[in-house]
């Protein structure tokens, strides 16, 4: 199977927010935006307990929403700023429909949709 027909996707992300790009055609044709992902966050809460149990429930909520923006992944490169990222990663392998999927990340500033692009163009080509 060559590279061209891999499900190959890119995530840059931040703890807050998310772009995802893939191919056009899913396994084929020039990388696109797919789509963007926002984590609100936990909203103020006087007991540490249940804040922090409501921010492990929305980091989880906003990792579901990520993944069902890549269906049948073969192929991600995650990247961004902060840990996140190995969050993610591990997220994938820990699901058994994205277990397979071969990741790897890399760390790196905001971007702009078409640099996003541009990056998983040169990492996947």
């Not at 020039?30 to 980091?59: R, W, Y």
Request: charged share 20%.
């Amino acid at each position: 199977m060559s590279g061209k027909n891999k499900k190959q996707f890119g995530v840059w992300m931040d703890s807050h927010h998310a772009t995802i790009a893939g191919r056009e055609n899913v396994d084929e044709g020039d990388f696109v935006v797919l789509g963007h992902v926002k984590n609100a966050g936990p909203s103020s809460n006087s007991n540490e307990h249940a804040s922090n149990n409501q921010e492990i429930a929305l980091t989880q909520k906003f990792f579901k929403e990520i993944a069902a923006n890549m269906p049948n992944i073969d192929e991600v490169h995650v990247t961004g700023t902060g840990q996140i990222q190995e969050q993610f990663i591990k997220f994938l392998a820990d699901t058994p429909q994205y277990k397979n999927a071969v990741s790897s990340e890399s760390t790196s500033n905001k971007m702009e949709d078409e640099q996003l692009i541009a990056f998983m163009e040169a990492h996947f080509n």
